[in-house]
């Protein structure tokens, strides 16, 4: 059983920057990749970046990609999103979630099994 827990969240005006955390618990072999997605009202849960379980491997959706960077600290237990140039079209929940098999890194939603219970981000114009 794994527990995720998001924090950083918040209000940010337009071309500000967030750094999203996920600390991990119950769990703490860290051979799983970890990942950030995104629900946005009345829209379907997308991915936004993902991490491999040793920190080598990463990838983003097109529309974040040169503004935010995922990192993970396994000593900690813990998976970071910093946001940068944040946009409007940015505002949604945001969560993080773990790969439900070891050492693979996918982009897929149902891939995933564990999920935080979302932090919410709004970015002002």
């Known amino acids: 059983q794994v527990q995720l827990v998001e924090s950083g969240g918040g209000l940010v005006l337009t071309g500000g920057s967030l750094r999203l955390s996920c600390a991990a618990s119950?769990?703490?072999?860290?051979?799983?990749?970890m990942g950030w997605f995104r629900q946005a009202p009345g829209k379907d849960r997308e991915f936004v970046a993902t991490?491999?379980?040793?920190?080598?491997?990463?990838y983003y959706t097109g529309s974040v990609r040169g503004r935010f960077t995922i990192s993970r600290d396994n000593a900690l237990n813990t998976v970071y999103l910093q946001m940068n140039s944040l946009k409007p079209e940015d505002t949604a929940v945001y969560y993080c979630?773990?790969?439900?098999?070891?050492?693979?890194?996918?982009?897929?939603?149902?891939?995933?099994?564990?999920w935080g219970q979302g932090t919410q981000v709004t970015v002002s114009s």
């Open positions: 991490i491999s379980w040793n920190g080598r491997t990463t």
């Open positions: 979630a773990a790969e439900s098999s070891p050492y693979r890194t996918t982009m897929t939603v149902g891939n995933y099994y564990y």
């Open positions: 119950g769990r703490t072999d860290s051979v799983y990749a």
